[in-house]
């Protein structure tokens, strides 16, 4: 947390509490962008992130969270995967395929279950459309217990482990155990920049092809091409 706040706000940090509405200009830690809008305390610790425009990758900490469980179980999953994953998709997305197990799941956030003020859709209309995706993709041949919703409203550690490990659909296919998953080493990875992990990889791995990356990572090609096109601009500071 404390990377986030400017030198001259870091008294703050043992001033506020958390929950604290004052607002600071944040400092990306990473390429030490400075906002020129200000953000409540409380929302930097809530979100982890303060939305860089020069490097962050717009994946929540949640999305984070669960490709770092997938990739310490390796497991190959697909991350917003495309229409060419999933022809019968359209218009709508998913947030995670498992081809081979033929698995959808959907990381739902807080928008999922309560009113969210500050989101564009209402709770009914969210409920609807999860409705929608759904049905959509048991009509397609996913298997209902095969379609997992996972409660990710608050982008906690505790609470999405928690959450993973009773989510019975979920351990039913991927048979985990808590003592098997390093959930601190989820926690690192789900702060971190996507975008400056896949460029850093490539700068150390040339020979590394867009579509090596994406397996790698367990993104698509997107967002390789986004990272590598991004972070290439951004004076990266002791990563
Ligand atoms: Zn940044």
Redesign the pocket.
Known sequence: MIPFFQEKDKHLIYECRRSSNKKIYPI?P??G?KRNISFKISTIYRLHSIG?P???DGISYSEKFLLEVFNQMNIQISFHPTVKEIPWSKPHFYDFYDKKRKVIIEVNGIQHYEKVKIFAQSLEEVKRNDKIKKEKAIKNGILKNKYIELDCRYSKKEFLKKSILTNFKFIDIYKIKENEIDWEECHNQAMK?MYIKIYKYKQENPNYTNKDLAKKFNVNKDTVSKAINMIKN?NLKNL
């Open positions: 990306c990473y390429c962008e860089c020069k490097c962050s920049s951004v």
